[in-house]
């Protein structure tokens, strides 16, 4: 799978959108870029996931360069709830399981 | 459905011993895959199921650890001969092919 750089922590003021970014510059083209994230002392959750279009659903949009060596998640309206460590991994079609990174600790402050 | 469910949830034992590990996955999903992660990393994967059939292995699946699906439903994980090293949180997940995958919320083994 193609690496993934990620900062490693974030902070976001509650009610603003978070914007995470994601590097994978060596990304190839059946390769799609997912999103997960952890709170603490639970298994990660899906968020989103794309291969070259813009994408949009209830919890968050993932914003892909045209070049896809990059991409951001978007958290709209981050709530305290949001607070979580974020895995962005890129990934082939097929028979591939996911290869989690360290993914960026997001904190959100009151 | 209730989603991925793991147990135990917690699993403290002496160096040395055998622990098994359970996964139930969600019913219709043909895709199990096991994960491990200790502090402060991201998930590791060591292997994962299609149906009754462990398609792939990582290199950190060492000799002592034995992973089933008998009947492509549930699944379990065992290690043999524990070592202080394993200890961490195992995480199960499944999924409908290469669909989004659902994780439990994973056993914690702590080998004193």
């Known amino acids: 799978d193609a690496k993934t750089t990620q900062p490693p922590s974030m902070d976001c003021a509650e009610g603003r959108a978070a914007n995470l970014p994601c590097n994978h510059s060596?990304?190839?083209?059946?390769?799609?870029v997912y999103w997960y994230r952890q709170i603490h002392s639970q298994g990660p959750q899906y968020i989103i996931h794309?291969?070259?279009n813009n994408e949009t659903n209830e919890m968050a949009s993932l914003i892909i360069t045209e070049d896809r060596k990059s991409s951001t998640l978007i958290l709209p309206h981050a709530t305290l709830r949001d607070t979580a460590v974020y895995y962005c991994i890129v990934r082939a079609s097929g028979n591939t399981p996911l290869v989690f990174g360290k993914g960026t600790r997001l904190s959100v402050i009151a | 459905d209730t989603g991925v469910s793991q147990n135990p949830r917690h699993k403290i034992t002496k160096r040395g011993q055998n622990v098994t590990f359970r996964c139930d996955p969600i019913s219709e999903h043909n895709r199990l895959y096991w994960y491990r992660q200790t502090l402060g990393q991201g998930p590791e994967f060591l292997t994962y199921?299609?149906?009754?059939?462990?398609?792939?292995k990582s290199r950190l699946l060492s000799d002592r650890f034995s992973a089933e699906r008998p009947k492509g439903s549930f699944s379990t994980l065992e290690i043999q001969r524990t070592e202080q090293g394993d200890s961490a949180m195992y995480l199960c997940?499944?999924?409908?092919?290469?669909?989004?995958?659902?994780f439990g919320q994973g056993t914690r083994l702590t080998v004193v």
């Open positions: 794309g291969l070259k």
């Open positions: 060596t990304i190839s083209g059946n390769e799609y």
């Open positions: 199921f299609q149906n009754e059939a462990q398609l792939e």
């Open positions: 997940a499944s999924s409908w092919w290469e669909n989004e995958a659902f």
